[in-house]
């Protein structure tokens, strides 16, 4: 059994940060892939970024350059830094757990097994 549970969002004015965490449970912690996920209403959940076991990282194109995921295995927790927000940026945002240390598509919600309840990021114009 996996829980997830998200914090950090919030109201930011465009051209701000924010940096979310995901507080994991489970003795796998360190062994297993995670990614973030951002949802807006009507819309399908969409890919942000992810970390594989060994660290190694994927983006969406529409992020990249701004957004940084990493994760600390001693505190079990993984973390999105979110610089130069835009508007378009605004979205529920979730984070996902795999059981498996490597995927081979880090950005299908198909990989992931568990999810958070997720948290609100809003940037202002």
């Known amino acids: 059994q996996v829980q997830l549970v998200e914090s950090g969002g919030g109201l930011v004015q465009a051209g701000g940060s924010l940096r979310l965490s995901c507080a994991a449970s489970?003795?796998?912690?360190?062994?297993?892939?995670m990614g973030w996920f951002r949802q807006v209403p009507g819309q399908e959940r969409e890919f942000v970024a992810a970390?594989?076991?060994?660290?190694?990282?994927t983006y969406n194109d529409s992020v990249k350059g701004r957004f940084t995921i990493s994760r600390d295995n001693a505190k079990n927790t993984m973390y999105l830094q979110m610089n130069s927000l835009k508007p378009e940026d605004t979205a529920v945002y979730y984070c996902?757990?795999?059981?498996?240390?490597?995927?081979?598509?880090?950005?299908?919600?198909?990989?992931?097994?568990?999810w958070g309840q997720g948290t609100q990021v809003t940037v202002s114009t």
């Open positions: 489970g003795r796998t912690f360190s062994r297993v892939a």
């Open positions: 970390i594989s076991m060994s660290g190694t990282t």
């Open positions: 996902a757990s795999s059981i498996y240390g490597t995927l081979s598509d880090y950005g299908s919600r198909v990989s992931y097994a568990y």
